[in-house]
């Protein structure tokens, strides 16, 4: 669903018009993610735009290059080494798919036997171009977080999303923790639980027992607020269930608990911007799509429960 491309930083800054259209073609709701490869990728991009002719052209080229991830998921942390800064990015790229591969390698060469695609040639029609944004996965804790790696490797706030989370129940606490322990470090990352509360819920004190239940799943300096909500009468209904990011977001259309019982599939697919924005907003705090339960409910590492009342 998620793919990493390596993305050559001349090949992108070469014109005005590679750039728009590779700028188009990259983001999480496109299904298409750039490699920060090397670490300096976006640097080095720059770098090779300010090359151009003065002018407007290069100005706007600058500009894309330089708004890569301000307010969107496109540019992915790599974790591969980089060789050697005094061979050419190419060969750096192509030994590094070696032991670790990209979806493909954009460049200025066509190969697909080496998984080389010419900056020229990436459209959909392009087998190693060519993404899905809806696909089949797992009811199994480890696949329904693995589908979200590329998200949780790059986020800094994280919003679980399904009314029935429940973590008296096994299933649960193994989905959450597939799912954060994918986090590099949890500790930079403000991570929430979004659930629905209804007359078949617990009380606030049992519930806050049955939490302590995930000493051990949330990763060492982490911290989990769980946020609970009450429908509005004659208002929206809270059965959707999400995995999103402050820039990404992925719709789980069975939820995000594994079956452990039987072999099942749930469809996952990806969100485009305005949805994302859209939902993201809706668990905020102060929104007034639900209403708020309080107290706002964190554990942490320890399965310590600490009260918040906003």
């Not at 390596?6 to 750039?34: H, N």
């Not at 695609?117 to 171009?129: K, T, V």
């Not at 977080?145 to 679980?160: E, G, N």
């Not at 806050?208 to 769980?226: F, H, S, T």
Request: a neutral charge; hydrophobic letters at 40%; one cysteine or more.
């Amino acid at each position: 669903m998620l793919k990493e491309f390596a993305v050559d930083p001349r090949v992108i800054a070469s014109s005005f018009e590679t750039c728009r259209y590779l700028f188009s073609q990259f983001g999480a709701d496109k299904g298409r993610l750039i490699s920060r490869f090397p670490k300096t990728w976006k640097r080095m991009a720059i770098d090779a735009a300010d090359k151009l002719p003065d002018g407007f052209k290069k100005e706007r080229v600058i500009d894309y290059l330089s708004s890569i991830n301000n307010d969107w998921l496109t540019l992915v942390g790599s974790g591969r080494s980089y060789e050697s800064f005094s061979v050419d990015w190419l060969d750096n790229a192509m030994l590094a798919h070696k032991t670790q591969p990209f979806q493909a390698i954009v460049c200025e060469l066509n190969d697909s036997q080496n998984h080389l695609i010419d900056a020229n040639s990436c459209d959909e029609n392009h087998p190693l171009f060519a993404v899905s944004k809806t696909c089949a996965v797992n009811r199994k804790a480890n696949e329904l977080a693995k589908i979200a790696t590329l998200m949780l490797q790059s986020c800094r706030k994280l919003r679980l999303v399904d009314p029935y989370f429940n973590p008296a129940r096994l299933k649960w606490r193994g989905s959450l923790a597939a799912i954060l322990s994918l986090i590099p470090d949890i500790s930079l990352v403000e991570c929430e639980y979004h659930l629905l509360e209804s007359e078949k819920s617990p009380s606030t004190d049992k519930f806050i027992e049955d939490l302590q239940k995930l000493n051990g799943v949330i990763p060492a300096r982490g911290e989990l607020k769980i946020i609970r909500w009450k429908e509005k009468t004659g208002g929206e209904r809270f059965h959707r269930r999400y995995l999103l990011t402050e820039n990404a977001g992925l719709n789980y259309e069975g939820g995000l608990d594994p079956e452990i019982y039987a072999v099942q599939t749930t469809d996952v697919s990806l969100m485009d911007r305005d949805h994302h924005h859209a939902r993201w907003a809706e668990y905020d705090l102060i929104s007034e799509v639900y209403d708020l339960v309080l107290p706002v409910l964190v554990i942490d590492s320890n399965g310590r429960v600490s009260k918040v009342n906003i």
